[in-house]
């Protein structure tokens, strides 16, 4: 019998084809193939594509969540999907007393369906797979532990967590790192874990409700299509740092990466996924801390204008204006507005906030207050 538990998943799975006749695959819960028997004739494309990728197409996927997969505590019957490539199958959930851990497949083939005696055979021998698994799942969740510990570390900047992260080899050794930051609750942690790629790293003991992701970037990564799968996950925007050399350099990336995230939530247009690059002047001040916010948003002009301007849309003209270096024809364009109308609000907030707008640093106070104010989630109404 061999020792690595990946051999005897192997050996298990070509113990079973050769009884009952027929291909079988092993999955783990999240449809990541772990072992798969030989084959002898035609198979369809999703098992070609499961075995070759060691992953089904996302679609898939969710054909078969639809199916209650992982809630079945029996043998499934799954019909085809011809849409998906996809021929009759059976599955068969592989659990222990605390919780699902994966799944047998059994395919039908051309005039031979998968019988009673070859399902009983396999649940059968789902029960001695289940130990293997389990003894999987326990090892990597005592591994990530420790790694997360020194990924908590290393975006915090404690003394000597970079080094350590890198000497423990959790993760890929590439070019570049990066952090992406979420909202999420706990639970969606181990969502991500299942669906990431190997050796990247999560750590959700932030902030409340803070999600945040340590991205290796090899060459050829595809981040964006990534960080919105994490996007799709979470429900929430996502934000994205720049990719640093260094693990040292985590800090400033997580810096970055919050407050991108901060910015694709709270400007029109910017999200679901911002990465800090893109994020401009935006970017920049969601780098000051909150209270710096607060003080700016709090400027004495925009107060007297907000105290007179309960709808908002005043500070909106204002902010419109102002984004477009003062350009009235722009500015009306963007709130759909007559021109002789922007003039008019210019003209009124001018006298409500008691400015001056030919005033360069009193524009300037004004741009940096309300755009504060827009981070911050103090409205900013649109025109309407």
Not at 69 to 91: K, S
Not at 108 to 118: K, M
Not at 149 to 161: C, D, F, I, M, P
Not at 184 to 207: E, I, K
């Amino acid at each position: 019998m061999p020792s690595d538990p990946h051999d005897i998943l192997q050996l298990q799975v070509d113990e079973l084809a050769e009884r009952i006749g027929r291909p079988v695959d092993l999955e783990d819960r999240d449809l990541r193939v772990l072992a798969y028997s030989v084959h002898d004739h035609e198979i369809d494309a999703v098992r070609s594509r499961s075995i070759l990728a060691r992953s089904g197409p996302r679609e898939v996927d969710a054909w078969m969540r639809r199916h209650g997969i992982h809630a079945a505590e029996d043998p499934l019957r799954l019909p085809a999907a011809p849409e998906l490539g996809m021929e009759p199958r059976v599955c068969v959930p592989v659990r222990d007393a605390r919780g699902l851990l994966g799944f047998l497949w059994l395919a039908d083939e051309p005039g031979r369906p998968v019988a009673a005696a070859d399902i009983d055979a396999t649940v059968e021998a789902a029960a001695a797979t289940a130990q293997v698994l389990r003894r999987m799942r326990d090892a990597e969740d005592e591994e990530r532990a420790a790694v997360d510990v020194l990924v908590h570390a290393a975006l915090r900047g404690e003394t000597g967590a970079a080094e350590a992260l890198s000497r423990s080899g959790a993760l890929l050794p590439t070019p570049a790192t990066t952090v992406v930051a979420a909202r999420a609750s706990a639970d969606v942690g181990g969502r991500l874990r299942r669906l990431l790629p190997s050796r990247h790293a999560l750590d959700v003991t932030g902030d409340p409700g803070e999600l945040l992701l340590l991205v290796t970037l090899p060459t050829g990564t595809d981040l964006d299509d990534l960080v919105r799968r994490v996007a799709d996950v979470c429900g929430t925007p996502a934000g994205i740092g720049d990719p640093h050399p260094s693990l040292a350099d985590l800090p400033s990336a997580l810096a970055q990466a919050r407050a991108a995230l901060l910015v694709a939530g709270a400007v029109p247009g910017r999200g679901p996924v911002l990465r800090f690059g893109e994020a401009g002047t935006d970017g920049t001040l969601a780098l000051l801390p909150t209270t710096a916010l607060d003080d700016l948003a709090r400027a004495p002009e925009l107060r007297r204008l907000a105290d007179q301007d309960a709808d908002g849309a005043l500070r909106a003209t204002l902010l419109s204006w102002l984004d477009h270096g003062g350009d009235a024809n722009a500015a009306a364009q963007d709130l759909s507005l007559h021109r002789a109308t922007l003039y008019h609000r210019l003209k009124r907030i001018e006298t409500l906030a008691q400015v001056r707008l030919d005033d360069g640093d009193v524009r300037l106070a004004l741009h940096l207050a309300l755009r504060a104010a827009r981070l911050r989630s103090t409205p900013v109404a649109s025109d309407g």
